[in-house]
């Protein structure tokens, strides 16, 4: 079995500050790992994502996540955030090479503040 | 390259009625998976498809049901709909079928249930 935890369900950074959502899993089986983001009315975009190899994982728009396994975390950070930043946040774990149902955390929500 | 596209954008249903729900991947990809997303249970699986054939499912009644067609379009039926279908429907694809592909997601479908 597997599960995702994503602590905090509200985050408010203000513009410029550090990013940091935290997101914990679960897995029997070493995890590929995801993160997703969703703007109001639409679907969700990815990301990044680990799967193997190096642990610290570059994503788009500036976000990044390191994979440890020790700690089993994958949080997501971002150095200085941005008012468009703000939107939901999923961390996401599939079990393995063949499973390809995704298994989501609560979510995050992250607001902005001028 | 056109994304997911998914139909209708809205539906609004009462109880007992059917509906179906569309979803064109993106050109080339041959697995389509979907999801329902509601602010209580968040993101839940629903089944996946790849090749016309339903992979994986999801822990959802009977009443939920979808297929795929030869050209990787797929549907999602919900028959006999209750209060707690209402719920924003997303639809992702994804090219092959091995590897941890990332998901390409659609904006969804937004269903009311009245």
């Known amino acids: 079995a597997q599960s995702v935890t994503q602590l905090g369900s509200h985050v408010s950074v203000s513009e410029g500050a550090l990013v940091l959502l935290r997101c914990n899993y679960s897995s029997s089986v070493p995890p590929y790992l995801f993160w997703y983001v969703q703007y109001p009315n639409q679907g969700l975009q990815l990301l990044l994502k680990?799967?193997?190899?190096?642990?610290l994982v570059k994503g788009i728009n500036g976000f990044e996540a390191e994979f440890k396994k020790s700690e089993t975390s994958f949080h997501l950070t971002k150095p200085s955030a941005h008012m468009s930043d703000a939107a939901e946040y999923f961390c996401a774990v599939r079990r393995g090479l063949n499973d390809y149902k995704l298994s989501f955390g609560a979510g995050t929500t992250v607001t902005v503040r001028a | 390259k056109a994304g997911v596209t998914q139909t209708p954008r809205y539906l609004i249903k009462t109880r007992g009625q059917q509906v179906t729900l569309s979803c064109s991947p993106i050109?080339?990809?041959?697995?389509v998976s979907w999801y329902q997303q509601t602010p209580g249970q968040g993101l839940q699986f629903l089944f996946e498809y790849f090749s016309e054939t339903q992979r994986n499912k999801g822990n959802f009644p009977g009443r939920f049901s979808g297929r795929q067609f030869s050209n990787s379009r797929s549907e999602m039926n919900v028959s006999t709909l209750e209060l707690g279908d209402s719920a924003l429907y997303l639809c992702?694809?994804?090219?092959?079928?091995?590897?941890?592909?990332?998901?390409?997601f659609g904006s969804g479908t937004q269903l009311s249930v009245l």
């Open positions: 680990y799967t193997t190899g190096a642990t």
């Open positions: 050109s080339g990809h041959r697995s």
């Open positions: 992702a694809s994804s090219l092959e079928g091995t590897g941890p592909e990332k998901l390409f």
